[in-house]
C-alpha cells in the first residue's frame, strides 16, 4: 500500500447481522410467517437496523406465496452520495407448515 504523509486510512469490516443483508443499496430480510397468515392476510411488525419500525402487510384475500418478494420502498441504506435516497427493503417469505391439521 502506498501512503503519503498525513494521510488517514480505514479499513472497514462488514459484520453480519442475524436478520439482515445487504445487497449494494438494498437490505434483504426473510421473514417466517405461518400458513394461516399466508393464506389469510397478515400485518407484522419489524424492527430496522436503526431501531424505527416496519409494518408489513398483506390484506385479507392476498394468498402470500413461498418464496414470494415484497419489495418496500426507501427502506434500505442510504445511496452513496446522495443520503437523502435509500436502496429497497426486500421481504422474501418463508411459509411455516403445520406439522398436523385439526379443525380449528
Known sequence: ?????????????VLPHKKFVRDG?????TQEITLKQALLGFKITIKHLDGHEVDIE??????????????????????YGMSSEKGDLLVT???RNPGSLNSK
Open 1 to 13: 500500500m502506498n501512503i503519503r504523509a498525513g494521510e488517514v486510512v480505514f479499513k472497514i469490516q
Open 25 to 29: 443499496d438494498n437490505l434483504k430480510l
Open 58 to 79: 398483506k390484506s385479507i384475500g392476498e394468498v402470500t406465496q413461498p418464496g414470494e418478494v415484497m419489495r418496500i420502498s426507501d427502506e434500505g441504506m442510504p445511496k
Open 93 to 95: 417469505f418463508k411459509v
